[in-house]
């Protein structure tokens, strides 16, 4: 679990790094989408100091999980593409990166926003 903190997107991408790594998979994709994830979790799903849980695991057919937990019930937005916004292509570029990703909500309240990964041999 982290605060929501933009400063904390480097503590989660590595511990997506050390996580694949027991795993003995390649971490690049991994890293990429969980810092999506966990950034829309601080910045659209929080409020400062707010617990982001992030999670990483291996589903029994051996595809590799990343999840990021927040406190909003919102559902995530994929936006149409504006080649002049500056931000905003997060979801996309996770749908082009994943085998799939979605949502479910929390029974406490909030929700988790998760990716499914091709498990690539490190």
């Given at each position: 679990m982290i605060k929501a903190d933009?400063?904390?997107?480097?503590q989660v991408r590595d511990f997506v790094?050390?996580?694949f790594g027991a795993w003995r998979?390649?971490?690049d994709v991994a890293r990429t989408v969980i810092s999506e994830l966990a950034t829309n979790a601080i910045r659209h799903g929080s409020r400062a100091g707010d617990p982001v849980v992030v999670r990483a695991y291996r589903?029994?057919?051996?595809?590799?999980?990343?999840e990021a937990w927040d406190v909003s019930d919102a559902?995530?937005?994929v936006r149409p593409v504006n080649?002049?916004?500056?931000?905003?292509?997060?979801?996309l570029l996770i749908e082009a990166?994943?085998?799939?990703?979605?949502?479910?909500?929390?029974?406490?309240?909030g929700k988790v926003v998760w990716a499914e990964l091709e498990?690539?041999?490190a």
């Amino acid at each position: 679990m982290i605060k929501a903190d933009a400063g904390a997107i480097k503590q989660v991408r590595d511990f997506v790094a050390v996580t694949f790594g027991a795993w003995r998979l390649d971490d690049d994709v991994a890293r990429t989408v969980i810092s999506e994830l966990a950034t829309n979790a601080i910045r659209h799903g929080s409020r400062a100091g707010d617990p982001v849980v992030v999670r990483a695991y291996r589903r029994d057919d051996g595809a590799a999980v990343v999840e990021a937990w927040d406190v909003s019930d919102a559902p995530p937005i994929v936006r149409p593409v504006n080649f002049a916004a500056e931000s905003g292509r997060g979801l996309l570029l996770i749908e082009a990166l994943v085998r799939r990703w979605g949502t479910r909500p929390l029974s406490e309240g909030g929700k988790v926003v998760w990716a499914e990964l091709e498990p690539v041999p490190a």
